[in-house]
């Protein structure tokens, strides 16, 4: 699936939880669906910042990925493990957005995504920006890394489907 593909079922999916759904949090340091849709779209959002930040830069980088980014290349997505960042990276994301708001936020991802999808081969694939963990990403790295992670929280979506 695409990224787009897998935005618009997280989308699609809004309409099968009510309000009291979206916002329940099943225990202290689990988030709730809201909260959940909050951070992919939130993530969405800084990863294709920083394709459009290589898409300005005018000096290639000729450093690469660290040998964990390789190995998410290579797999095409994050391994099926959690994965908690450390405390200061992982303040708990907003819960207040209701369906509405979730679905037009989505939207934008989305069509960040459709723009993406014509200017893509226009970047030149040397000009990169770090990502702390995985090293020096190109565009479209950048766009495919929206996808992965997108994918990622797919498992959390059941997870906390459970609870509610």
């Known amino acids: 699936m695409s990224g787009k593909e897998i935005l618009s079922a997280f989308r699609n999916d809004l309409s099968n939880y009510s309000p009291e759904q979206l916002t329940h949090i099943h225990e202290p340091g689990v988030w709730s669906i809201g ?17 459009e930040a290589c898409a300005r830069l005018t000096k290639e980088q000729p450093l690469g990925k660290t040998q964990m980014g390789k190995q998410l290349m290579k797999d095409g997505g994050f391994p099926p493990v959690k994965i908690r960042l450390p405390d200061e990276m992982n303040t708990p994301p907003n819960n207040t957005d209701n369906k509405e708001v979730l679905a037009n936020r989505i939207d934008k991802v989305i069509e960040r995504l459709e723009q993406w999808e014509v200017d893509i081969d226009l970047v030149n694939p040397n000009y990169k920006i770090e990502h702390g963990g995985f090293g020096w990403l190109n565009a479209k790295e950048w766009v495919e890394l929206v996808e992965m992670h997108s994918r990622h929280h797919l498992r959390q979506q059941k997870e906390l489907e459970r609870y509610i």
Request: aromatic residues 12%; charged residues 20%; hydrophobic residues 45%.
């Open 35 to 51: 909260q959940m849709y909050d951070h992919i779209i939130l993530v969405a959002h800084e990863y294709l910042d920083n394709a």
